[in-house]
């Protein structure tokens, strides 16, 4: 296979595309602005934060506005261009090669300028403040430029330097959930780009379908080229605390108990801790100067949770966070709070990164697994887990919190654990790291087969959970996963995108001509 794309600044691009197999030739001359095409292989395009997956694209495309993707998506859906695909780029922190095409074309999101702009609401005006902001920028640079005024989003992830159509693709999911949604319930309008080249705008209110089809869509109806993401007040510091426990019911008891105080608790996580070295690299381990010496083999649970501080507005967080630790069993002195910045809080699992970065641990394969798992299936599936995963040996953090079912919106693509009585989903993150020190090639298979085991033992009514950022060894499991709303998916495949263009490195439609 091979593909030739020449460019002119002059707005003139002609593509010569030789695919093989079977091989064939398009010739068509088409304006791109001022985009470049090149010519790749082995680029960035062809990696992802997981090191699992490595599909070359053909091309990868790096737009300078919406218009650019249009423009190439109206082209590739008029034209007989056979196995082409599309997947859009954005910061590539997928773990399964969701964001690759292979022999296809890649469109890096973030070659459109970010575009920030920021309406914070007079105190007479109705509705939110909000941020306008390109798909393909970070979060990190939404939270830079909203606290400029005083603002911030509501919902978050964990890690900051993703894009903001990377999470809408997928939910967006943290320790505010459980009070403001994921970031899908947080987002007023989208401008995107369908897989028929159209470039529309669309809300609750106006092109609905295509609105709450994109929301956890996973790339396949449309590329987000830009968001309106609600903001709030944001506070200047942050209360952090963490307290540990030896006993998994009393932690997820603890957890349901501050899940019920969103009057009081900003934020909500929580974390198997299997052994010490499970802690590499995070911040999560027992502090030193609470003399505390695990012990061996045991396997701990922790809960985090943070309150924002309001001073000037009446609120001691450090009082609330007193007020609150008083209703908890944990393990009696091994609890602590610290004051952070607002940022700082928001972006630590950056100084995770560094570390990590600088001791060489970052860029290696990452097998993860992320379940919604219903509350009645947690204590099951954590034993699970534990049974599969060797807990003497695991590297990375094991997250385990609790979230609202009633804070998702049902018209949205995103998929809940299907137990509608039941009000609290747990997302369980397993984050292992598989260094080469711990993990040499052959034994990723291993994980990657265990992890299979474990989504195939949770999907099972017993417990009933679905995955968050889902794998599926083939597009047979699909429609499972889906549920009852596979129809629903499909229709709006239909939709937006009835050749299948977008998004292959989901592995849920084929291509078609
Ligand atoms: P990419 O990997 O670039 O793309 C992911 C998918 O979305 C692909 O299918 C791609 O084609 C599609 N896509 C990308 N941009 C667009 C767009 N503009 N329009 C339409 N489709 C698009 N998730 C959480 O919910 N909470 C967390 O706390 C969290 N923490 C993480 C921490 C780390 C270190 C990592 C590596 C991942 C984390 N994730 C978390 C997962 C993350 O949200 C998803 O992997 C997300 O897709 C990554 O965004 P991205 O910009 O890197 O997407």
């Given amino acids: 296979m091979e593909l030739a794309l020449f460019c002119t600044k002059v707005n003139i691009l002609i593509l010569v595309l030789a695919l093989c197999s079977p091989c064939k030739f398009i010739q068509s001359p088409m304006d791109f602005g001022s985009s470049d095409f090149l010519h790749t292989r082995n680029t960035a395009a062809s990696l992802d934060f997981g090191r699992l997956v490595f599909n070359s694209p053909s091309a990868v495309l790096k737009p300078r506005s919406p218009k650019d993707i249009s423009l190439l998506l109206t082209f590739l859906s008029a034209s007989s261009f056979g196995e082409v695909t599309v997947a859009a780029r954005g910061a590539g922190h997928s773990i399964h090669g969701q964001a690759q095409a292979l022999d296809g074309i890649v469109i890096e999101m973030d070659s459109i300028p970010s575009d920030i702009y920021i309406h914070k609401k007079g105190d007479d005006e109705a509705g939110f403040s909000h941020a306008d902001i390109s798909g393909g920028a970070l979060w990190i640079e939404l939270l830079e430029e909203s606290l400029k005024v005083g603002l911030a989003p509501r919902s978050w992830t964990d890690y900051l330097y993703l894009s903001i159509g990377g999470t809408l693709s997928h939910g967006g999911v943290s320790g505010q959930t459980f009070k403001y949604g994921p970031q899908i319930s947080n987002v007023l309008q989208l401008d995107v780009v369908t897989g028929k080249g159209e470039l529309m705008t669309c809300s609750p209110t106006k092109n609905s379908e295509l609105f709450y089809a994109v929301l956890g869509g996973l790339g396949q109806f449309g590329i987000i080229t830009r968001a309106r993401i609600l903001l709030q007040d944001a506070p200047q510091k942050v209360r952090w605390a963490r307290a540990f426990y ?80 008083k209703q908890m069993s944990h393990i009696p002195s091994l609890m602590y709070s610290v004051e952070v910045s607002y940022f700082d809080f928001l972006n630590r699992v950056r100084i995770e990164e560094m570390s990590l ?157």
Wanted: aromatic letters at 10%; charged letters at 25%; one cysteine or more.
């Fill in 357 to 513: 970065r600088s001791r060489g641990l970052w860029e290696v394969p990452h097998p993860w697994l992320n379940m919604f798992v219903p509350r009645s299936g947690i204590k099951d599936f954590k034993d699970l887990l534990l049974e599969n995963i060797s807990p003497e040996e695991f590297e990375g953090p094991i997250l385990v919190y609790p979230l609202l079912r009633d804070k998702w919106d049902a018209n949205t693509s995103a998929v809940l654990p299907d137990a509608p009585a039941e009000q609290v989903v747990y997302i369980v993150g397993v984050l292992r790291s598989a260094t080469p020190a711990s993990c040499p090639a052959r034994c990723l298979d291993d994980i990657l087969r265990r992890n299979r085991r474990i989504v195939e033992a949770a999907s099972a009514p017993r417990i009933g959970a679905k995955q968050y950022l889902p794998r599926h060894p083939s597009p047979l499991h699909w429609p499972d996963h889906f549920g009852r709303r596979w129809n629903r998916f499909t229709a709006r495949k239909s939709l937006f995108d009835p050749l299948s263009l977008l998004a292959p490195g989901q592995g849920i439609f084929t291509r078609t001509h």
């Fill in 246 to 325: 030896d006993d998994f019911d009393t932690f997820t008891r603890d957890q349901e108990l501050l899940l019920s105080m969103p009057d009081l608790v900003d934020y909500l996580e929580g974390f198997i801790v299997p052994n010490q070295l499970s802690l590499l690299g995070t911040s999560i381990a027992f502090p030193a100067h609470l003399g505390f010496v695990p012990e061996f083999h045991k396997v701990y649970y922790c809960i985090e949770f943070a309150v924002h501080d309001f001073q000037a507005k009446g609120t001691n967080a450090e009082q609330v966070v007193e007020k609150i630790t």
